[in-house]
Structure formats: C-alpha cells, structure tokens
C-alpha cells in the first residue's frame, strides 16, 4: 500500500542530520508495516496531482498554526476535502490533526490554557496511553461527524475519528525522547515556560507507547472498505 505524505513541517535544522526530517520519522515509525512511500512537502508548494496518487495519506506536524495565512494551506485544505470525498484513509498528527479539523469546519486555536510538553498521558479507547506532546494549538470545536476517541483534562479532543476514513491525533507517536530532548534545547527555550520545559526533561527516560500507536495507524490504513 502506498502512502502519500504530506509534510507541513521541517525538523529542526540542527537535528535533521541526527533524527531525519518528519517524512523520515514516519517512514521510520511504520516501517515493516509493508508500506511504500511518497513525500509531497506542501509546505514547499509541492502537492500531489490529485488524491489519487496515493492509497493512503498522512499528514505530518509544523511549527506553524493552521489558521496563519500560508498560501499553501487553502490549496492544503481543498487536498483533505477531496481525499474526504473520496473516501480514502487520512491520518494527520499535530498540525496534521488540527488542519484537517479545520478543513471540514472545525475550529482550531491557541489555547488559552497554555502548552503540552513532552511525556503525557491520555485516555485512548478506555485505555491510558504516554505519547511526547508539542503543542499549544488545539481543536476546540468538532467538525459536524467528527467523534472524539481520546483525550485528557488538557486536551479533550486529543484523538479523533471521522466515520471509517480519518484518523488524527494531536501528540507525536513519532517523535522519541531523544528529539523531544532536541526541541526543548533548539525550539523550546524563551518559547515554552522554562518549568515547564525542564519537567519535560525529567521524564525523558519514562516509557512511552509510540509502537502501540504506530500499529493503531498501521491497522487503520490497512483496513477493508467498503
């Protein structure tokens, strides 16, 4: 099965030689999955022909807002329509997970209540999961079909569904603790609350469930369809 990636984002530019860029994390996470890949860094104006170049698609995670005026978003959110309509399945994390929210008419903003560093927890399908979080932004209002499979006290529409055919997520199952550790020194200093920051690095060596969820997105594009 292919997957089209589509990047929105660049890792830092002193980590990319060390962790690869973030259509390399995600070949990385999924691999053995049997997938193939191809990257479309929309970001850089370069977009697929049509959603039919691929039989999946993924959208990565940026350090830009969904709703920044980007002349690469509008034609970003006409693309997830019409993969919608067509019915293929789409995965979008972080910034993927919020633009396609807003694609089909959600709402998405910078949260009041602050930012989501690091090792955290949330409740996915009745089940408590740790994934590495990096955001400020959240969803706030639902997309009409949208369902709400996870979340937290923090960040209540932290997984969603829409029917069989999109699945997002707002943490990074494919970011590991070494790159975390990366943003907090590269990204996150006069950015990010200092304590915040070095409570993140306090849970550096702590568990997370990145394989459980990589298989989740492995099982969820490999699903039959009508």
Same mark, same amino acid.
């Given at each position: 099965?292919?997957?089209?990636?589509?990047?929105?984002?660049?890792?830092?530019?002193?980590?990319? #030689? +060390?962790?690869?860029?973030?259509?390399?994390?995600?070949?990385? !996470?999924?691999?053995?999955?049997?997938?193939?890949?191809?990257?479309?860094?929309?970001?850089?104006?370069?977009?697929?022909? +049509?959603?039919?170049?691929?039989?999946?698609?993924?959208?990565?995670?940026?350090?830009?807002?969904?709703?920044?005026?980007?002349?690469?978003?509008?034609?970003?959110?006409?693309?997830?329509?019409?993969? #919608?309509?067509?019915?293929?399945?789409?995965?979008?994390?972080?910034?993927?997970?919020?633009?396609?929210?807003?694609? !089909?008419?959600?709402?998405?903003?910078?949260?009041?209540?602050?930012?989501?560093?690091?090792?955290?927890?949330?409740?996915?399908?009745?089940?408590?999961?740790?994934?590495?979080?990096?955001?400020?932004?959240?969803?706030?209002?639902?997309?009409?079909?949208? /369902?709400?499979?996870?979340?937290?006290?923090?960040?209540?529409?932290?997984? !969603?569904?829409?029917?069989?055919?999109?699945?997002?997520?707002?943490?990074?199952?494919?970011?590991?603790?070494?790159?975390?550790?990366?943003?907090?020194?590269?990204?996150? /200093?006069?950015?990010?609350?200092?304590?915040?920051?070095?409570?993140?690095?306090?849970?550096?060596?702590?568990?997370? #469930?990145?394989?459980?969820?990589?298989?989740?997105?492995?099982?969820?594009?490999?699903?039959?369809?009508?």
């Amino acid at each position: 099965m292919k997957i089209g990636i589509l990047q929105t984002g660049h890792s830092p530019q002193e980590m990319k #030689h +060390s962790h690869g860029n973030y259509d390399e994390m995600f070949y990385k !996470l999924l691999e053995g999955q049997g997938f193939s890949f191809e990257n479309f860094p929309v970001l850089d104006g370069i977009f697929p022909d +049509s959603a039919d170049q691929a039989e999946g698609w993924l959208i990565t995670g940026s350090k830009f807002g969904v709703y920044e005026e980007h002349g690469w978003i509008p034609p970003l959110e006409d693309l997830i329509r019409q993969i #919608h309509a067509r019915g293929l399945p789409m995965v979008g994390v972080c910034f993927g997970h919020q633009i396609i929210a807003q694609a !089909l008419g959600g709402k998405v903003e910078k949260f009041a209540g602050g930012w989501a560093i690091g090792r955290t927890e949330y409740d996915i399908d009745g089940k408590a999961l740790a994934l590495n979080a990096w955001h400020q932004d959240q969803v706030v209002d639902l997309p009409e079909g949208a /369902r709400v499979l996870g979340g937290n006290a923090f960040c209540k529409n932290a997984v !969603l569904a829409y029917g069989n055919t999109i699945w997002t997520i707002q943490p990074h199952p494919e970011f590991d603790a070494a790159f975390i550790d990366g943003l907090i020194k590269h990204r996150g /200093r006069g950015v990010v609350p200092d304590q915040q920051l070095d409570d993140a690095s306090s849970q550096l060596d702590a568990p997370t #469930h990145n394989a459980e969820i990589a298989n989740q997105i492995a099982a969820f594009f490999k699903e039959e369809r009508a």
